[in-house]
């Protein structure tokens, strides 16, 4: 198993441009974040999704949209590119009923805005 | 939501207990206490988590105060593969507040 999968790993962008940051899980979990990170600010969430076709907003929303069409997948996307945008994105996942409830991060996506 | 309070850094000697504090004053009865560690720029990695009594597993121990205010992680030998952010974080039961929010951590550097 893959676990958390986030794609792609290193992106560069310019002012104004768009992407898309796929979040892939194959553990079945209900619940998907999307988490960035900048130096000395820890982690800080963005948007969250609690199940197929439902999100929600985190502490730092603006500037992103996310869709959850599929249970396995978690979609971040950056409409216009700013460089305040510049950070390492981690998504998490978390089965709240089953184990130890902990969540399960993927490996982070680096961007950067020019 | 319940917040965290950690210090934001902490000096350890290879070989020697690390004790990481954790604030939580503003915590309910039924949420839980889990702890992560990030080493490098690493995605944050589950170490331990608990309730109300205190915990052991093979990485750490976790120890709560019975008001349940504050809690302390230990690692009982620390080396330097430890050196890492350690962050402590309120997650509430199933079927409340699904955000999960996380503090600055605490930046332990583990030295030899």
Same mark, same amino acid.
């Given at each position: 198993?893959?676990?958390?999968?986030? !794609?792609?790993?290193?992106?560069? =962008?310019? #002012?104004?441009? @768009? &992407?898309?940051?796929?979040?892939?899980?194959? &553990?079945?979990? *209900?619940? &998907?974040?999307?988490?960035?990170?900048?130096?000395?600010?820890?982690?800080?969430?963005?948007?969250?999704?609690?199940? *197929?076709?439902?999100?929600?907003?985190?502490?730092?929303?603006?500037?992103?949209?996310?869709?959850?069409?599929?249970?396995?997948?978690?979609? =971040?996307?950056?409409? @216009?590119?700013?460089?305040?945008?510049? @950070?390492?994105?981690?998504?998490?996942?978390?089965?709240?009923?089953?184990? #130890?409830?902990?969540?399960?991060?993927?490996?982070?996506?680096?961007? #950067?805005? =020019? | 939501?319940?917040?965290? !309070?950690?210090?934001?850094?902490?000096?350890?000697?290879?070989?020697?207990?690390? /004790?990481?504090?954790?604030?939580?004053? !503003?915590?309910?009865?039924?949420?839980?206490?889990?702890? $992560?560690?990030?080493?490098?720029?690493?995605?944050?990695?589950?170490?331990?988590?608990?309730?109300?009594?205190?915990?052991?597993?093979? &990485?750490? @121990?976790?120890?709560? !105060? *019975?008001?349940?205010?504050?809690?302390?992680?230990?690692?009982?030998?620390?080396?330097?593969?430890?050196?890492?952010?350690?962050?402590?974080?309120?997650?509430?039961?199933?079927?409340?507040? $699904?955000?999960?929010?996380?503090?600055?951590? #605490?930046?332990?550097?583990? /030295?030899?």
């Amino acid at each position: 198993n893959a676990g958390v999968t986030q !794609t792609p790993k290193f992106r560069v =962008l310019k #002012t104004g441009q @768009s &992407m898309t940051l796929l979040c892939a899980q194959d &553990m079945n979990h *209900e619940y &998907m974040y999307w988490y960035r990170q900048d130096p000395g600010m820890g982690l800080r969430l963005i948007h969250y999704s609690v199940g *197929e076709g439902t999100t929600a907003k985190g502490e730092v929303p603006d500037g992103y949209n996310v869709s959850r069409l599929k249970k396995q997948n978690f979609l =971040l996307g950056l409409e @216009s590119a700013a460089p305040s945008q510049t @950070s390492v994105y981690f998504c998490a996942t978390l089965s709240w009923g089953r184990g #130890t409830g902990e969540l399960f991060f993927g490996e982070g996506s680096r961007l #950067t805005v =020019l | 939501d319940a917040k965290t !309070t950690q210090p934001p850094s902490m000096d350890c000697a290879e070989g020697r207990a690390a /004790n990481l504090p954790c604030n939580h004053s !503003t915590i309910s009865g039924n949420e839980y206490v889990y702890w $992560y560690r990030q080493i490098h720029s690493q995605g944050p990695q589950y170490i331990i988590h608990g309730l109300k009594n205190n915990e052991t597993n093979e &990485m750490a @121990s976790l120890i709560i !105060t *019975e008001d349940r205010k504050s809690s302390t992680l230990i690692l009982p030998h620390a080396t330097l593969r430890d050196t890492a952010v350690y962050y402590c974080i309120v997650r509430p039961p199933r079927g409340s507040n $699904y955000k999960l929010t996380f503090g600055k951590g #605490t930046l332990l550097t583990v /030295n030899p």
